[in-house]
């Protein structure tokens, strides 16, 4: 059954581009070679500062431990730089994806 990682990371307002940039160009991809990840969304809210991070994975047993994204050199550190640093380190959540539908519309119809 595919599970699903939820993270939400405080960082220090004002680094909203920063912090999506970093994810777009550098965690997103590091992290699409992990073996049994299946989709990576994440949201953001530039007025306070968090972003949520959620990942699809294939299982429970797939599943990086720890804090992502220790799969890439280095990242961790300028991540590190872009949290608030009050807010500590962000716990990893881990739920069963019980439903999983895409809604499809007719074409043109929003």
């Known amino acids: 059954m595919p599970v699903a990682r939820v993270r939400t990371i405080k ?5 909203d581009e920063e912090i999506v940039g970093l994810y777009e ?10 073996p049994g990840l299946l989709q990576y969304l994440l949201f953001n809210d530039p007025e306070t500062g968090k ?12 599943v990086p431990p720890g804090d992502p994204p220790h799969y890439v050199e280095g990242l961790a550190r300028r991540l590190g730089e872009l949290r608030d640093p009050a807010a500590g380190t962000p716990p990893q959540e881990v739920f069963d994806v019980a439903v999983d539908r895409k809604i499809e519309k007719p074409h043109g119809d929003r």
Do not use: F, N, R
Request: net charge negative; hydrophobic share 40%; charged share 20%.
């Open 11 to 15: 960082y220090q307002t004002g680094h």
């Open 25 to 34: 160009d550098e965690i997103i991809p590091a992290a699409a070679e992990q």
């Open 51 to 62: 972003v949520l991070s959620i990942t699809i994975w294939e299982s429970e047993d797939v």
